[in-house]
């Protein structure tokens, strides 16, 4: 059974900073997926990395996939309030011409002003 | 113009209904997903169905049965609605490895 560990499952700090969520397995995924959730709303994709050792950054965010392809991370500098959120991340991975995801558990974030 | 859009966003019934839920996509992608998210808000699959064909069905009841009638949409009939069924219902698509577009979801309250 593939499991994506996520971590940590909650975290609240103060504008202005720094932080960094995990997801870790021992699978290796083909692809490795970043969504943010805001609440009454669905899941928002923010960003796929592909390659081991893949960094991307959008705006405040940087995310980056493990050599090995199997873990992520995800930090952000000098959090804003508009960062809170419920952070994901699933790892896809190929069965037959198809691709299948796992999840994380999830990672609440709150950023308080 | 809503890239996936599911209906009705609330849906409040009595144990033992039939409620359906419609969801459609304007994205043109060929796979198209049912999940549950519970309180703890973990996502878990349901159904996946990939040009209208059956995918991925994970263990669910089969009071659940999805229907895909054309690549853009995809259905989800649920008979003699329990307590437990109580959750959020997210539909979804997308093409290939690209990640996944979601609906904003309908919650679901079995009384």
């Known amino acids: 059974t593939q499991l994506l560990e996520q971590s940590p499952q909650f975290l609240s700090i103060q504008e202005g900073e720094n932080l960094t969520v995990y997801c870790n397995s021992s699978?290796?995924?083909?692809?490795l997926q970043w969504y943010r959730q805001e609440p009454g709303e669905g899941p928002v994709l923010l960003v796929t990395?592909?390659?081991g050792g893949e960094v991307k950054k959008l705006k405040r965010l940087t995310f980056q996939f493990g050599d090995a392809r199997k873990d992520s991370s995800l930090h952000i500098t000098a959090a804003q309030t508009g960062d809170t959120g419920l952070y994901l991340c699933?790892?896809?991975?190929?069965?037959?011409?198809?691709?299948?995801?796992?999840w994380g558990a999830g990672t609440k974030l709150i950023i308080k002003p | 113009d809503t890239a996936v859009s599911q209906t009705p966003k609330y849906l409040v019934t009595q144990m033992g209904n039939d409620k359906s839920i419609k969801c459609e996509q304007n994205?043109?992608?060929?796979?198209m997903y049912w999940y549950k998210q519970d309180s703890k808000k973990f996502l878990k699959i349901m159904f996946s169905?990939?040009?209208?064909?059956?995918?991925i069905n994970e263990t669910v009841p089969n009071r659940f049965s999805p229907k895909s009638p054309d690549k853009a949409h995809l259905n989800l009939h649920i008979n003699s609605l329990e307590l437990g069924d109580s959750a959020v219902y997210f539909c979804?698509?997308?093409?290939?490895?690209?990640?996944?577009?979601f609906g904003s979801g309908t919650q679901l309250s079995v009384l």
């Open positions: 990395v592909v390659t």
């Open positions: 699978s290796v995924f083909s692809s």
């Open positions: 169905y990939n040009n209208k064909e059956l995918i």
């Open positions: 699933a790892g896809a991975f190929r069965v037959d011409s198809n691709y299948q995801l796992i």
């Open positions: 979804a698509s997308s093409q290939l490895n690209k990640g996944l577009f």
């Open positions: 994205l043109g992608h060929d796979t």
